[in-house]
């Protein structure tokens, strides 16, 4: 199959249907949105919906890993390809470039349809514009009618890609939905198999459309799926009086380079400046811009609990040395900071009063707040936030605190390592092309 009729399989009538689709990311009533703990939870779910898929599967993820876990998706995806149902497959060229080879082999001769966004496997590659920008959702949508959000990678969860096998499995988290938000996660999952299959080959794309009988209605088919759902201004609307939802009621939200560029991070400030009792934040790379950490100083002055579980065991350490370059100004501010440590924490998930919680693929860092294609389910149920809050109860619970009193690099020391981490987040972003202050 070709890249031009990879791309214009959607029917005149399904663009049009998408088309005129509401593109808002705002909150919608009548969902079923289950919590789901690490892959243990979530893989058997996942293969066994895409077991019975009857018409389409759409998959993105940042690392598609060649372990028991990523070869038994493999598996469930190839046999529904092979029962007739559309099968698109995304993956980051950074994230999974050492598994490429394996899932372009496991794919050949096959109707699964495998798309790499921003692939660098040549070194020029890395002079293209925008290559620091990385596909890092985590999405999964089955006819339409079944989907899956969070932070986890296909990759076992006792696996770490860069210092192999663990005893306990990685803290992470995901969401299984039903309902009228997965509307919203099939878009954004079809826009960015899109994007990266034309990246492949636009010229050809290109050329048929100059070919096509019908010019327009082509283009309007390609220009809708290469469209994100539109990230309507949720802390906006907190302002208008609030019409009751039936339970679940949630929001996807996306940020991408176009149009949502900050839309998880408004979101997240917008519940915090709105918290009234608790906010707990789990997050392994913490790294947050002033608007962000002013909100939970503020908090914390008047009297929220506020309370950051972060990595205790290191996997990047200049992403550890990040966050705790931050520690002595949340201290000092009332803001309690706990590290995981029994195993490798990639987590990112919130709850703010045990009623808004959420959990997707954000992680609170300049990387996916300001360049990754990133994405998170905002869920507005107590029940559910209740749900979360006992998680992070649990977590917490084996855990170290840790304290003010204790904490080295104060003086010139600390203040050297703080201007250090800024200017490098700083020289980061500005090579990645961000622009404004963070």
Not at 66 to 86: K, S
Not at 174 to 194: D, E, K, N, S
Request: proline share 5%.
């Amino acid at each position: 199959m070709s890249q031009a009729q990879a791309a214009a399989e959607l029917s005149e009538a399904e663009a049009l249907a998408s088309w005129h689709a509401p593109h808002g990311a705002s909150y919608q009533g009548g969902n079923e949105v289950r919590l789901l703990r690490g892959g243990d939870e979530l893989f058997p779910l996942q293969n066994e919906a895409i077991r019975h898929a009857l018409h389409e599967v759409w998959l993105a993820t940042y690392i598609f890993n060649d372990d028991v876990a990523g070869r038994e998706l493999a598996q469930a995806l190839l046999a529904a390809a092979a029962r007739g149902v559309r099968v698109r497959v995304v993956v980051d060229g950074f994230g999974s470039k050492a598994s490429l080879p394996w899932l372009r082999q496991a794919f050949a001769g096959s109707q699964v349809a495998l798309a790499v966004f921003r692939p660098i496997d040549r070194w020029w590659r890395w002079l293209q514009p925008g290559q620091l920008r990385r596909l890092h959702q985590k999405l999964c949508v089955i006819d339409g009618l079944q989907g899956f959000v969070g932070g986890i990678n296909i990759v076992d969860d006792r696996i770490d890609i860069n210092k192999g096998p663990t005893d306990q499995p990685r803290l992470d988290f995901a969401v299984g939905l039903r309902g009228p938000i997965v509307q919203g996660v099939a878009q954004a999952a079809r826009a960015v198999w899109t994007r990266a299959w034309l990246g492949r080959d636009f010229g050809e794309e290109l050329r048929a459309l100059v070919r096509s009988p019908e010019p327009v209605a082509r283009l309007r088919r390609l220009a809708q799926r290469l469209r994100m759902p539109r990230g309507a201004s949720l802390w906006r609307r907190s302002a208008e009086p609030e019409s009751p939802q039936p339970p679940v009621c949630a929001a996807f939200v996306l940020r991408d380079n176009l149009r949502q560029r900050r839309t998880i991070e408004r979101a997240y400030i917008e519940a915090i400046r709105g918290a009234r009792q608790q906010v707990d934040l789990v997050t392994p790379y913490f790294y947050p811009g002033q608007a962000f950490r002013r909100a939970l100083r503020d908090a914390a002055r008047r009297g929220v609990t506020v309370r950051l579980l972060l990595q205790g065991k290191l996997d990047y350490r200049i992403a550890g040395l990040a966050a705790q370059a931050l520690y002595a100004e949340l201290l000092g501010h009332g803001v309690q900071i706990f590290e995981y440590t029994p195993a490798y924490l990639h987590a990112k998930v919130g709850v703010v009063d045990q009623a808004w919680a959420t959990v997707g693929s954000s992680n609170i860092d300049p990387l996916s707040l300001l360049l990754n294609l990133e994405a998170n389910v905002i869920v507005r149920d107590a029940p559910f936030a209740q749900t979360v809050a006992t998680q992070f109860a649990a977590a917490l619970a084996v855990s170290r605190q840790v304290e003010l009193k204790t904490l080295g690099g104060s003086g010139l020391a600390g203040m050297l390592r703080r201007a250090l981490v800024a200017w490098g987040a700083y020289v980061y972003l500005r090579v990645a092309g961000a622009t404004g202050r963070y």
